[in-house]
């Protein structure tokens, strides 16, 4: 799987060289490049913003560098067959990103990711770039950061950690939060006593049963008092009557 990113910050994304992420890298489970909106830019000073039409503060990312990158980009994808790549193009105004959109962008061959920065990018680059490619504006939740690349990171991690072989232990991508619609249990580790806290008794038991059931009953109680949102988007006519009653 290939991964693009396109920032005027491409320093922001030092992180990805590090941990799972970087190993699978240095692994060739993952491509990943990164690459600076000023080289795309034909003046002097590298410009990359200027006024926004109908007036207002701030600048908006002007078109052109972006169409030049993308272009680059486009001509490079590894998109089987004239399949187009998935343009990510991060902004408070997108579908929110969560693990059901981490699962469908990690099987996608080729995944580029677009950072605005300022007011955000002209409008005129996502209706122009849907030519070639898939345009998804996606938001990293309802608050507003400075630039992409913090959401860029976020979903990287995100993404990749669910490519085959990243993560060591696929298992452990099973029973993540999120993963069934529902929070992770409480995880706990050794000592078993600590500080006057004991690890609950059935996690000691060796009985996986009952720790089965332990840990889903604290599933959906943990999702029942953080994330009741979650609880009410479930379909419940798969659980026990003992676990609608958590
Ligand atoms: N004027 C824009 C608005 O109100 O929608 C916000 C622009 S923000 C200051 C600059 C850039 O940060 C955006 O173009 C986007 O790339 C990124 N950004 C800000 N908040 C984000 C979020 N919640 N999710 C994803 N990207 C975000």
Redesign the pocket.
Known sequence: MRFDVVSIFPEYLAPLDLSLIGKARTEGLLELVVHDLRSYTADRHRTVDDTPYGGGAGMVMKPEPWAQALTDIAATSPAADGARPTLIV?????EVFNQALAYELAQEKHLVFA???????DERVLEWAAEDYIVRP????D??????EV?VLAMVEAIGRLIPGVVGNPESLIEESHSDGLLEYPVYTKPSSWRDREVPEVLLSGNHGKIAKFRREHQLRRTAERRPDLIDALDVSNFSKAERNV
Request: proline content about 9%; some cysteine.
């Open positions: 991060p902004a408070p105004a997108g950072c605005g920065r300022y007011e955000g990018i996606v938001s990293l939740g608050y507003v950061l400075n630039g992409g959401a």
